[in-house]
């Protein structure tokens, strides 16, 4: 099966940049999008096609891909983008989806 | 404004069955894909199932094929997923999803808050 990897977990001091990896190995020829999940709630679309934002997403928030890598970027992470973050893709045979197994960041 | 609103979730025995239910509006449902994430307890995201708009074609992830079932009401703007042959595993809060397509770009814009599965003895 296919596979998103994520690093379980992120640490920043608020004003530091944090930055959340996603590999696999068709982001070369598939889009990625990352959602951010705070505790009780349902996920938001922060980025999608590798680096677009969604009207009312801060400009902190930014994304890149190169290769089979992905990266979220949020500069200047405050205490408020505290929570989980995962990216999601299409597999190479766009029949199926597949999300990161989740990254959990802390802005301390 | 979307609203994506599950329902049906409980309580159901390990092999038992149970069938959850997401009510659309404030959007062409006809015109959409829809889907189903799961989220098991204290765990991350994981895609289950979708439902495109036009020519419904249904596609699974490998862990519910051939056990869940994918389907909807146009007419009614509702969806629907047939669990069977449940086990623990299956545990979650199911959310109801609208995908956005173009081309071949597909995700997810729009999310209910879910509906809790729990399988147990």
């Known amino acids: 099966s296919y596979d998103l990897t994520q690093p379980p977990s992120v640490s920043v001091s608020p004003g530091q940049t944090a930055r959340i990896t996603c590999s696999g190995e068709a982001l070369p020829k598939k889009y990625v999008y990352w959602y951010q999940q705070k505790s009780g709630q349902a996920p938001v679309l922060v980025i999608f096609e590798d680096n677009k934002r969604p009207s009312g997403i801060p400009e902190r928030f930014t994304g890149s891909s190169s290769g089979t890598m992905a990266t979220l970027t949020i500069s200047g992470a405050q205490v408020e983008d505290e929570g989980d973050y995962y990216c999601y893709s299409l597999t190479d045979t766009s029949d199926s989806r597949v999300f990161g197994g989740g990254t959990k960041l802390t802005v301390l | 404004e979307v609203r994506l609103l599950e329902s049906g979730g409980g309580l159901v025995e390990p092999g038992g069955s149970l069938r959850v239910s997401c009510e659309a509006s404030g959007f062409t449902f006809s015109e959409f894909g829809m889907g189903w994430v799961r989220q098991a307890p204290g765990k991350g995201l994981e895609w289950v199932s979708v439902?495109?708009?036009?020519?419904?074609?249904?596609y699974y992830a490998e862990p519910v094929r051939g056990r869940f079932s994918i389907s909807r009401d146009n007419s009614r703007s509702m969806l629907y997923l047939q669990m069977n042959s449940l086990t623990a595993a299956d545990t979650g809060r199911y959310f109801c999803v609208k995908e956005f397509a173009h081309g071949s770009h597909r995700f997810f814009d729009s999310w209910g808050q879910g509906t809790l599965v729990t399988v147990s003895s």
């Open positions: 439902i495109y708009g036009g020519d419904k074609s249904r």
